[in-house]
Each structure stands twice: as C-alpha cells, then as structure tokens.
C-alpha cells in the first residue's frame, strides 16, 4: 500500500482555477495508476474524474474534459490535477488514488481535500 496526502483544496468563485497536488511514499510510484476521484456533497461514492493508466494513457470524466488536465512527477512522486474554468457543480471532495497496474480494488487513497466553487 501506498500513502498519499493530498493539498490545494480551497474555494474560489466560478471560472477560477485550482492546483491539487498529491504526495506519494511508497515503492514502484512510476509503475503505478494513479488519478484523482471526488465526492460530491450528497454522494455516496467516489466519481472518477482523471487517471494516468500506468502506460501513461490519461482518461477524464465528461463533466471534466478541456477544463482539467492530470499529470504526474514520477522523481517527485506526485501526482497534479490542473483545475480550470471551476464550476459550482465541481464542489467536492477530492480524492487521490494509486494502484499497482489498474485502478480499482486494490487502490491507496488520500483522506481529500475540500474543493468548493461559489456561484
């Protein structure tokens, strides 16, 4: 298992922007997945927002794309998540993960970070 922590959460009004940030210790982080999933207020299960599969293919949620773009620092063991053109159905907690081959069962997780976007 693999420990992430997670900053950069903040509010900012609609159409602003934000940088998550998400540190990693652990053994193998560059042959890991890793993405970013939130939960919205109300809900119940992590929603996948972006991923890097451990090839380096990225893949985004719809309510995401063009306006977010995930990277990663393998040296740094990091893991971005570029927020554009905020939204105030954005408003989450978000949450990052990492995983030996695919994401999935056997995911680490970061405990969040708040991301609110007034209107």
């Known amino acids: 298992q693999m420990q992430l922590a997670e900053s950069g959460g903040g509010e900012v009004g609609a159409g602003g922007s934000l940088t998550l940030s998400c540190v990693a210790s652990?053994?193998?982080?560059?042959?890991?997945?890793v993405g970013w999933f939130r939960r919205t207020p109300g809900g119940q299960e992590r929603e996948h927002v972006a991923?890097?599969?451990?090839?380096?293919?990225?893949r985004y949620a719809s309510a995401v794309e063009g306006r977010f773009t995930i990277s990663r620092d393998n040296d740094k063991k990091t893991i971005f998540l570029q927020m554009n053109n905020l939204k105030p159905e954005d408003t989450a907690v978000y949450f990052c993960?990492?995983?030996?081959?695919?994401?999935?069962?056997?995911?680490?997780w970061g405990r969040g970070t708040q991301v609110t976007v007034s209107s």
């Open positions: 993960a990492a995983s030996p081959g695919n994401l999935g069962p056997r995911n680490s």
């Open positions: 652990g053994r193998y982080f560059s042959h890991n997945a």
């Open positions: 991923s890097i599969a451990w090839g380096g293919t990225t």
